[in-house]
């Protein structure tokens, strides 16, 4: 982020496969790759040490934000923030989602108004998003593809990418090509995880292949003013258990920054990011994981049936790290019939749907999709016999009775 080249590793979770790399056939035999964090000794910035081409990660994508409810109301309510915030007079003021997925965002400012175009690497995504009669490019966000918004739209107001940024190697290309792409008033609009809502939650499971940045607001306001931009407001949303969006304006234009960035700014200086900090995180990990894969073991022992609930791509992270496998877990059941059917990336564990699953016979629901935990619970606990408990893992291990 600040261009320097002093970086110490912090620690190293277990390797793991690609996050998001379900299999067909569960013998197939998956490369596991290093998960190694390090701290940038100048800025602070936290990032994984080994790099794995964005080809191989999302080129076909499972992930598609519609099969969430939660995202979808997330989505609408973002949609129409940036639209009260936006100081462009225009019929149509062009929004370009860099990441658009299956379309989610942009078909909610396509409903309060806006023209819409996303940007998704994915064919299968960029597929869906097309039958939404979202347009889409279905290519990575380069010089190329701005180039093509600019000569058939001309130039976007407001520029979004959600759980994007830390996806990405070389951001400085893509801020750099943000910047061309914007009008002068225009808002460039970004949610990333938070590092500090990842340590203070201990959401070890959002570190994976994909996610190559952990995002702070100090090293993220050096970044941008560095490529032309200013940050005018940053905002703490609950997606992903704990992420920052964080919206920039380009340095010349009339917005004014919120009280907001000068608090987080404040905050991390009075507690930064250091190398004994993320130290400390990971010593926090290794205790929960032997009190959580212990109490597993118990129940198993005792004969009890366990089930995991939501194969999000943290399970992949969550799983390893913690040594779950096929042993403890029966099966997972996921909503997303992208996955059903599939096995988990390494320890390939079956995927079902819940409407093939017995739920009488389960004694345990280990909750591995733990930020959706309360709309889980709300919708299987009729389904599920009395005694049955549900385990949320994180971000604080809980044990919750079917009553
Ligand atoms: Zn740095």
Request: hydrophobic share 40%; charged share 25%; with cysteine.
């Amino acid at each position: 982020m600040c261009g320097g080249n002093s970086l110490s590793q912090a620690f190293a979770l277990k390797p793991t496969p690609l996050a998001n790399e379900f299999v067909k056939d569960m013998n197939t035999i998956q490369k596991e790759y290093p998960l190694e964090i390090n701290i940038c000794d100048d800025c602070g910035h936290v990032q994984l040490g080994h790099v794995v081409s964005g080809e191989l990660l999302f080129s076909n994508y499972l992930y598609a934000s519609g099969t969430s409810k939660v995202f979808v109301h997330h989505f609408n309510v973002y949609a129409k923030y940036i639209k009260s915030i936006l100081k462009i007079n225009k019929d149509k003021p062009l929004a370009v989602d860099i990441g658009s997925n299956d379309g989610t965002l942009l078909k909610e400012f396509k409903e309060i108004g806006f023209d819409v175009l996303g940007v998704e690497p994915a064919k299968n995504l960029a597929e869906i998003s097309m039958q939404n009669s979202i347009d889409v490019i279905n290519d990575f966000f380069n010089q190329g593809s701005v180039e093509k918004i600019i000569a058939t739209k001309g130039k976007a107001d407001v520029i979004t990418a959600n759980n994007v940024f830390a996806h990405i190697d070389d951001l400085r290309s893509v801020i750099k090509n943000s910047f061309s792409l914007l009008s002068d008033d225009g808002l460039l609009a970004f949610e990333v995880s938070y590092l500090g809502s990842v340590l203070e939650g201990l959401l070890f499971d959002t570190i994976y292949h994909e996610h190559l940045d952990y995002h702070s607001v100090l090293p993220l306001i050096g970044f941008l003013k560095d490529n032309g931009f200013k940050v005018i407001d940053v905002l703490l949303v609950e997606s992903h258990g704990g992420s920052i969006r964080v919206i920039s304006s380009k340095q010349q234009s009339h917005y004014k920054p919120s009280e907001s960035v000068e608090k987080f700014v404040t905050q991390e200086k009075e507690k930064p990011i250091t190398k004994e900090r993320l130290n400390s995180f990971y010593e926090k990990i290794q205790i929960e994981k032997s009190k959580i894969t212990n109490y597993l073991k118990t129940l198993k022992e005792a004969g009890k049936k366990i089930v995991a609930y939501g194969a999000p791509a943290k399970l992949t992270t969550l799983f390893h790290e913690f040594g779950i496998t096929s042993e403890l877990v029966d099966f997972v059941i996921d909503d997303s019939p992208l996955k059903q059917g599939l096995f988990t990336p390494g320890s390939h564990i079956p995927i079902l749907a819940a409407s093939s699953v017995d739920f009488n016979d389960i004694d345990v629901i280990f909750i591995s999709a733990w930020n959706f935990a309360p709309s889980i619970i709300e919708k299987i606990k009729e389904k599920l016999r009395k005694d049955a408990i549900f385990i949320v893992p994180l971000p604080k291990f809980e044990v919750i009775n079917n009553e």
